[in-house]
């Protein structure tokens, strides 16, 4: 029998001594005073009172029995996996005995786990013994599912995963009733990658189906985006770019547009009060191939800023002349065969796509290229695009499929923004995450998350990012300092999203296990077993039943 670790600096054990030593020393001198009490029922009495008061010991210091494991490996089998391929784990492993979690009492040194659901109560009881994990992974099951948890509105939202399927199927995102998304799952691994340029701001929720089944929902926040100073550099602006300079203005960035009329005379269309100047170069150019060597253009390109071209009519000759002016290398070849591309409904782009370099990315899926170039400040950024035409879906009333294109087209032009707070989703109730700052106006040295304060530290790849590991204990959405928040699922009520997290618990165990396993001596296991609650009970009970008897004996 062995007692656990007493913490001697708690107010609570010394409270606990004083009051064990008054019903030491108490019973006693009343019992020593007693009058007309024989000599052995003194003692009967004194025998009784010190029966008790060690019972009452007992509890307070909670002894545990220690007893050797047996030798010998059994599987121990979650309630969801079938038993024929219970069997087979069974035979392939060659262990005779197979036990199901709820029968598991522990009786054995080395221990095989097959599934992922498992009460905490059994993971408990596993701390002395030898682990093995067998993940099992039923049909139509999600085996790992990530998305970013923060996101900025404009850039891509990227869920990544792989789900257990047997025959494939079709996998969709959605938002409400609004297609975002979808891929057919082919192969064994189930693996998938969906992506869709965010168009929301603030808390935003997602479904994620399986052909007609709900795997679960979606939580992240959608932040907004910085307001810009957008500078449009054209001899005569078009509808096309009319109407982009109209949308830019009702997104709430700062516009200038300005018309060449004839050499030294012109005009300029102003929206929400730029405050462009010789002095205070846009944070964005958009300009089309015959005024891309304009000075302004050079002069943002220099300062670190982007360009944006579009109105290409003879992509080769326009190509070749913006590499002579912004020091880029594009290249596209003529899809041979066609007079247009179609892109989506009402979108047009030209027969010609980009041939990739190194350093190009392209835009989600349209024919929009970037390009980084080095300034004197820093690494700017060009984008070229193959489109037509913009406006007609605009004019037709499909403003949604029109905000969502020119979100992502200018998503990755956006400067880099300040005080950037990135979270990996999902996040678990009671499970630890890395959370990040990134570009911080002045470094804090903690961050709180809901009712929960963290210590940032620099990370040691980004001198200019700081982390911070976090165990949420609420669930629900959470605030994250003050103007961001993000969702905690509760294990129990998270869907799929349980499974992924019972998953993760057991991986780590099993992990932390083996590496335990690998620096402990092979020797015999012991396992501590504590004194039932209802021992202790009776015992108490028992003993103040004599002591209240016992007088009426005599």
Known sequence: MIIPPIDYTAPLFWIIGLLLLALLVLPVWLISRQEGVSTARRAIRLALHGLLWLVLLGIALQPRWRSQLPAGRVLVVADNVPGATADQVRDSLRLRQVIRARAFRGATDTVVLLGQTFPDALLAQLAQQVVTWIPYDAPNQLQALSWQGVVRRGDLQTVAGQVQTADGGMLRLRYGQQLLDSTRLVGANGTFLLHYPVFTQGQTSLTLWLDNTLLDTLRFVARPLDRLRVRFVLDAPDFETRALANWLGQQGHRVELTNTLSKGIGNALTINTPTTSASTLPDLVITDPANVGNALVSRALAASKSVFVLNLSRPETDVAAINRALSTRWQVRR??????????????????????????????????????????????????????????????????????????????????????????????????????????????????????????????????????????????????QDTLSGYVYAPSKAGALAELAQRKKIAAMAASHHRYDMHRPSTARFVETPIPDWVWFMAVLLLLASLWVEPKLG
């Open 335 to 480: 899809i041979p065969g066609k007079d247009s591309v179609l892109v989506g409904p009402s979108l047009v782009a030209l027969p010609y796509r980009f041939v990739p370099t190194p350093g190009t990315l392209p835009i989600a899926t349209y024919p929009v290229m970037v390009q980084p170039t080095t300034g004197r400040a820093g690494s700017s950024r060009v984008a070229v695009s193959l489109l037509t035409e913009t406006f007609p879906m605009r004019l037709s009333g499909d403003s949604a499929t029109y905000d969502r294109l020119w979100l992502s087209l200018l998503a990755p032009l956006q400067p880099t923004s300040a005080n950037n707070v990135g979270v990996g989703a999902p996040l678990m109730q009671q499970q630890p995450t890395y959370l990040t700052l990134n570009n911080p106006t002045n470094v804090p040295s903690t961050l709180r998350v809901g009712s929960d304060t963290l210590a940032l530290r620099p990370t040691p790849i980004n001198a200019r990012s700081w982390a911070g590991l976090v165990r949420p204990m609420q669930a629900g959405w959470q605030p994250i």
